[in-house]
């Protein structure tokens, strides 16, 4: 996939680039509001993230700019103003997600990829993973055809590793990607690991293969292969 | 004590004091006037006497007159001093009334004699009567006028007074309402208009500035947590952690995360007090609150809690957003106040929601749980959850109250 990374902030910048830089991936950046006019306006990208407030102008204006040029490129935007005009205003003029600063790269990847998927397989919902089906629509998992019952966390976590396969992914995201703001309840993360073993469990029971690790105390990581 | 009844009581007293040393001057000096003027009648009788004795070389006859009695006696000669004495005066047989009397002296024919002349002061009194009836009557009639007089002034005079005072009370240093202009001549209170006006405003920048201050900060603070948090993920992905630097690592996250969720909540509350949020929206409590506990499932048997939810329907009209953050606030307020096996009632009815649970078995300061960074010593929350959750009941005019009943720490939302 294609990305186009506005952010002037040069250390979330590198980041973001370096967590999104794998094989099949092109990530470019822009770091002002010009150098993100430029670029947005010779190239289509598949996924554009970006930051509202840029030396030089507003993230507001490259949104209008694109909408108004019909691309369909999607947009994500980062910001750091978690105001609900903001937001509201952003998703209106056509963005298809928002994330508040700060994020967990693994959190921003699973809403790239998401935004990628309704963007490539149009009106498909069929996520396919080696032997794992996943029906984003209906929300159920079927390995080998074989269809396994899944919880709603279960499910939420599923996507999420597949999103971020081959990354660590630490047991703080996990947790607030799955309870938001309850997460900060949690001493520790016992209960992270009994969703994972139940997700294992399920996958290796059905003939798939165990995709997840545990990665040293810190996180797991579903490997790609 | 209202500053008309000071006024009144200091006025009053000191008019009764004033009024009433002039009435005893005043009398005293009408007594002395009057008594000097029988002393002259009194007197010219006296020559009357001396006059005939001196052409007639005897006695005169002694007439009944109407208010004066002239007696002659016979007595020891140069025995008598000539003196003015206050004496009775007899008008019958056996009645008596006040009365002045001189006595004298007359050598006639080689007799020494006393003369008594007495008159009658009756008339004298009744015009020291009246004349003190009358200045009492003027003393009353005064205070009476004075009364009226400085209860209508007062109430006049001190009206801007008063409407400055209401608009002081009305004060409210969030909203944009300013003291007024008062309508009024007098000066001092022309000044304390001014004084009031410029001070709120002044208050109010203040205030501003403050909350200026905190947002800015508190965004300039975003972006350096966002690159940690990215490092610290960026971090991970390298191979090769020994145990040590694997706790290491998840000590940098969790502190990362409070960080983050102080800041935010510091934001958040600067938007709810500035009311920036201001979206309203219909909202079943009922489906929220369920579906929040749902959510939360892993977390209440993870801390072997035990929540009882009791909920009936009831739809609010605020900002979703707002609402959730009010419910999960209490939420998991309870669950970081429990301690395990212990339990949660939640409870809705059309007019209030209620969240108790088990905890610490005394009573919280309820003074202080609702000030910011206000927290129990073994609590790792950021201190703002309750404040937070105060200033959003403000906002739509819910009302939030603790209370402690029963080993059982009860947070209360009356809508």
């Known amino acids: 996939m294609k990305l186009l990374i506005i952010e002037d902030e040069e250390g979330l910048r590198e980041s973001i680039e370096e967590y999104f830089a794998e094989a099949g991936n092109i990530c470019e950046t822009a770091a002002t509001y010009s150098a993100a006019l430029t670029k947005v306006e010779l190239y289509r990208y598949d996924c554009i993230l970006l930051d509202i407030t840029l030396p030089g102008g507003n993230g507001i204006s490259i949104l209008k700019k694109l909408k108004e040029n019909n691309f369909t490129d999607g947009v994500l935007i980062i910001s750091a103003k978690n105001s609900l005009d903001d937001r509201l205003q952003g998703l209106d003029l056509g963005a298809d997600d928002y994330l508040v600063k700060p994020f967990h790269l693994s959190e921003l990847k699973a809403r790239v990829s998401a935004i990628i998927r309704r963007k490539m397989y149009n009106g498909s919902n069929l996520l396919v993973f080696n032997e794992i089906s996943i029906d984003l629509q209906a929300k159920t998992v079927s390995v080998h055809d074989t269809p396994l019952k899944f919880t709603r966390k279960e499910f939420a976590l599923l996507i999420y590793f597949i999103a971020n396969k081959g990354k660590v992914v630490s047991k703080n995201a996990i947790a607030e990607h799955l309870w938001g703001d309850g997460i900060d309840l949690a001493d520790n993360f016992d209960f992270i690991y009994s969703h994972i073993k139940n997700i294992r469990k399920k996958l290796v029971e059905a003939g798939a293969n165990d995709y997840i690790q545990a990665a040293y105390g810190m996180g797991y990581k579903f490997s790609g292969q | ?415």
């Open chain 2, 1 to 415: 004590m209202k500053l008309l009844t000071l006024y009144n009581r200091v006025n009053i007293i000191t008019t009764v004091v004033v009024m009433v040393i002039t009435g005893i001057i005043y009398y005293q000096a009408i007594s002395w006037i009057l008594n000097d003027q029988n002393d002259k009648a009194l007197k010219v009788e006296e020559d009357e006497v001396f006059d005939y004795v001196k052409l007639n070389h005897q006695l005169p006859q002694v007439f009944e007159s109407k208010d004066q009695q002239i007696t002659f006696s016979e007595a020891k000669p140069n025995s008598i001093t000539r003196e003015f004495i206050n004496t009775d005066y007899r008008r019958d047989k056996n009645e008596y009334e006040s009365g002045r009397g001189l006595i004298s002296s007359i050598t006639v024919n080689g007799k020494y004699y006393k003369i008594l002349i007495v008159e009658s002061k009756v008339e004298t009194e009744d015009l020291i009567q009246i004349i003190f009836g009358i200045t009492i009557g003027v003393i009353l009639l005064l205070m009476l006028v004075l009364l009226i007089a400085n209860r209508l002034i007062l109430n006049r005079l001190w009206q801007p007074f008063y409407s400055i005072l209401r608009e002081i009370k009305l004060f409210n240093i969030t909203d944009s309402r300013e003291i007024p202009q008062t309508t009024t001549r007098i000066t001092e209170f022309v000044e304390l208009n001014q004084a009031a006006a410029a001070m709120t405003t002044k208050a109010k920048y203040d205030y501003k500035e403050l909350k200026t201050f905190t947002e800015n900060a508190s965004h300039e603070l975003l972006t350096p947590i966002a690159v940690i948090n990215s490092k610290l993920d960026t971090l991970i992905q390298s191979e090769n952690f020994n145990d040590r630097q694997s706790k290491l690592l998840n000590d940098l996250y969790s502190a990362v995360a409070r960080l983050s969720r102080l800041n935010q909540s510091l934001l958040l509350l600067v938007k709810i007090e500035n009311r920036l949020l201001t979206d309203q929206q219909n909202i079943n409590l009922r489906l929220l609150i369920e579906e929040m506990v749902l959510q939360l499932e892993d977390i209440f048997s993870d801390k072997q809690i035990t929540v009882t939810v009791e909920l009936e329907d009831k739809e609010v009209l605020a900002s979703r957003y707002l609402i959730e953050i009010l419910l999960s606030n209490l939420v998991i307020n309870a669950v970081r106040h429990n301690h395990a096996n212990g339990n949660i009632i939640i409870k809705l009815t059309a007019h209030n929601f209620f969240i108790k649970n088990t905890g610490d078995s005394k009573p919280l300061p309820d003074d202080k749980i609702f000030t910011r960074f206000h927290k129990s010593s073994n609590s790792d929350g950021s201190g703002l959850g309750l404040t937070i959750s105060k200033q959003i009941c403000e906002n739509f005019d819910f009302s939030l109250s603790y209370q402690y009943q029963a080993h059982y720490h009860t947070f209360i939302v009356t809508f």
